[in-house]
């Protein structure tokens, strides 16, 4: 929890693996979830740190409201961009913009959570309740973020 970037390359190194980005991709494109709430709340467990419900409503308004604002007008012209074959250059410019302001999201949620409380020994899915708390309201969600967690808890028990 040092700094900014520290949140910024765990997520470059846990979306390396294709089963957290499958399950992160549904997550976002079937319920509406957004991927750094996600990650920021797996680096916050990875790190041992205790779940903080105050905090976990802060980082997911703060990531939802980026998300409505820049992120997911940036995804729909990607998507639309992909769709039309001569617009392969403008879907690689737009993917890099999207890139970049999920880089400047994740820096953000990071110096939010510099107030996160001492050490706990919570797992994953502590966090990841906090952050996305529909998830008791939909079986689909719930088992979603298991996995994610059980995941990310493997990938940690490995490394």
Not at 76 to 94: P, Y
Not at 114 to 119: K, L, Q
Request: proline letters at 4%; a negative charge; hydrophobic letters at 45%.
């Amino acid at each position: 929890m040092d700094n900014d970037t520290t949140l910024w390359r765990f997520a470059l190194r846990l979306w390396r693996d294709k089963r957290v980005e499958r399950v992160c991709l549904r997550l976002q494109d079937d319920h509406g979830v957004p991927v750094a709430t996600l990650l920021v709340a797996l680096w916050l467990a990875a790190a041992g740190r205790r779940p903080d419900p105050a905090l976990g409503r802060r980082l997911s308004a703060h990531a939802e409201g980026f998300e409505e604002r820049y992120l997911r007008p940036l995804r729909a012209v990607r998507r639309r961009a992909a769709e039309d074959a001569g617009a392969g250059e403008l879907k690689r410019q737009i993917q890099e913009a999207e890139l970049e302001g999920e880089r400047l999201l994740l820096e953000q949620l990071a110096g939010m959570a510099r107030t996160v409380p001492g050490e706990g020994s919570e797992s994953a899915l502590g966090w990841l309740l906090l952050v996305v708390p529909e998830m008791g309201q939909c079986e689909g969600l719930q088992a979603l973020l298991e996995q994610l967690a059980a995941i990310s808890e493997s990938r940690a028990a490995s490394e």
